[in-house]
């Protein structure tokens, strides 16, 4: 571009100065441009740095930050990452004292110890008696006149047998007629669990007690096995617990399974597992397949029952062929499958669960701190929430009838400003953020979230289901992936029958060993009724299998 002097521009003409001044603004407003689409990318990019860094919180949060919400409101207090893997170091070992054989309580809530709790706590176990004596020229040398006997001072410890292993050897005795007229008669014995096999109902309910309520994989228990000079492999193991489950225990699964569909109310929930071989195909590195898991709401009149169902896949087929004969309402994290199968279907109604609306915000105010989240939205919609969900708790103890009521009357109010609020809310914020999902989550789940309003049967949450899966999720961990697709409807039924007996408060081990022991004996019956002596709750069960467990 040519500069011009001050004289050059004071001769130049009103036209020649038009034209200079019009490409002058034509160049500012193109270097404004170019400045505006500056400052939105940097603002863009500002604003993915913020995403990120957001997202990298949560994460952080939930791999190695506490997952209980109810520690939000000690986030500044809680273990650091080192902490966690050295716990012995950060408690502070002069304030430690020897438990009491009783029941773990936690730290924050005192109670004033029950006398005679060791002695309750040690009830209905054998004990052996061990005697502390002195010898008679003990007693000779310390009495020369002469002794007698105060009452003894009795203590008790706890002692543990691991591993014991008996062979149980049968005979079958035969008796024969004395004239020799052929008549040969044998003594009854019990059938079988399998046939020319040495598995027995309490071997086998052993194992299957160690993996499915103790975590603990089968190549785990045959290493122990070995030790105690026992060579059982692992293999051996996994089809003795595979056979048993399909030719006996299922037989149990399927009673429940009927049983289940009295309930009004059912949760419903999902985790993933990988899965080696499917339908004889081996799969490299496994197939993600999933565990679905079914429990009910124990109302008046009904028991807990607690049901896995292993399928390939998530489709919606699943959940539609198991609930296919209940009628009611499902509780559920807001997974849109169920969603299908309520419109399908006008007995079946969903339910959505306020703790998922919630979790959301708990984390993002854990991965930034109290502090930092002081007057914020997630701090203002989990107040909010737990306000409600608070309230709710108070009508525990109150009738259907009546919850439903107070319900309409102190909740109806409370639920609309929620939502009122959440959608001003969501205006305003980036909907991409954690936040914006977290209140489209809200907004998107609300016809589901309201359903309790208007059933006093239904609950705020579904975290009957996430505390039934738990269990699944340890043992996961443990053995990692799942050998075969036989194996994973095998885990199903067994995982189905151990957390419904954790349920109905009975001894897991017990309960199988008896199960084990009991339907060998009627695998000929034609009439299956005998099964409901062999149902949890039932007297037969309560009074074999007692659990030393006790809810605090």
């Known amino acids: 571009m040519i500069q011009l002097s001050d004289e050059q521009l004071n001769n130049l003409g009103k036209e020649a100065l038009v034209v200079i001044v019009s490409s002058l603004q034509d160049q500012l407003l193109a270097l404004q441009s170019q400045l505006d689409h500056a400052n939105a990318q940097l603002s863009d990019n500002n604003r993915q740095i913020e995403l990120l860094t957001e997202q990298i919180r949560i994460m952080n949060q939930r791999f190695f930050g506490r997952r209980s919400e109810a520690s939000v409101s000690e986030i500044n207090g809680q273990l650091s990452l080192f902490d966690s893997f050295n716990e012995a170091e950060y408690l502070k070992q002069d304030s ?54 105060l009452p003894e001072e009795i203590y008790k410890r706890l002692h543990i047998i691991p591993e014991t292993f008996i062979v149980d050897e049968h005979h079958v005795h035969v008796y024969a007629s004395r004239n020799n007229d052929g008549t040969i008669l044998k003594a009854p014995r019990p059938k079988d669990l399998f046939r020319n096999s040495i598995a027995t109902p309490a071997l086998v309910a052993s194992i299957i007690n160690g993996k499915y309520t103790n975590a603990l994989p089968l190549e785990r228990q045959s290493k122990t096995f070995k030790t105690n000079g026992i060579q059982l492999s692992s293999n051996t193991m996994a089809n003795w617990v595979i056979k048993s489950t399909d030719v006996y225990l299922s037989l149990i699964y399927d009673r429940l399974h009927e049983m289940i569909y009295d309930s009004k109310v059912i949760h419903a929930d999902e985790s993933p597992v990988k899965v080696m071989q499917i339908d004889h195909a081996k799969i490299k590195n ?55 199968l309520a419109k399908e279907r006008r007995d079946l109604k969903v339910a959505g669960c306020w703790v998922h609306a919630r979790r959301p915000f708990a984390e993002f105010i854990k991965s930034v ?36 009521k107070q319900r309409q009357l102190v909740l109806l109010e409370k639920v609309d400003a929620y939502f009122a609020w959440a959608k001003q809310k969501y205006s305003q914020v980036t909907h991409n953020s954690t936040i914006g999902k977290a209140l489209a989550y809200s907004i998107n789940q609300e016809e589901y979230l309201r359903v309790f309003l208007s059933d006093g049967n239904v609950p705020m949450d579904n975290n009957y289901t996430e505390q039934a899966i738990r269990p699944f999720t340890i043992g996961r961990k443990n053995f990692v992936l799942i050998e075969s697709s036989n194996g994973a409807k095998a885990s199903a039924i067994l995982y189905s029958l151990v957390e419904t007996a954790k349920a ?23 009439d299956l009724r005998f099964l409901d002596d062999l149902l949890p709750w039932s007297p037969k069960v309560q009074k074999e299998c007692p659990s030393k467990y006790k809810k605090s």
């Open 369 to 404: 701190g109290q502090d930092t989240a002081r007057g914020s939205i997630a701090q203002e919609a989990y107040r909010m929430i737990t306000e409600i969900m608070h309230i709710d708790n108070t009508f525990d103890d109150l009738s259907v009838t009546d919850r439903k």
């Open 96 to 149: 430690l004292k020897e438990p009491e054989i009783t029941e773990v309580i936690i730290p924050s809530y005192h109670r004033k110890k029950t006398v005679g709790k060791r002695e309750s706590d040690l009830s209905g176990l054998p004990a052996r008696i061990i005697e502390h004596t002195l010898s008679d020229e003990e007693l000779a040398a310390r009495f020369p006149d002469g002794y007698k006997e």
């Open 504 to 526: 109905n408060m009975i001894n897991t081990f017990e309960y199988f060993n008896l199960l084990l022991t009991e339907i060998p004996q009627h695998m000929d019956d034609k």
């Open 286 to 340: 496994g197939k993600k397949t999933y565990m679905w898991v079914y429990r009910n709401r124990p109302l008046r009149g009904t028991h807990p029952i607690v049901l896995f169902d292993w399928q390939p896949s998530r489709h919606s087929e699943h959940p539609r062929e198991f609930l296919k004969t209940f009628s009611g309402t499902v509780i559920t994290d807001g997974y849109q499958v169920y969603h299908k």
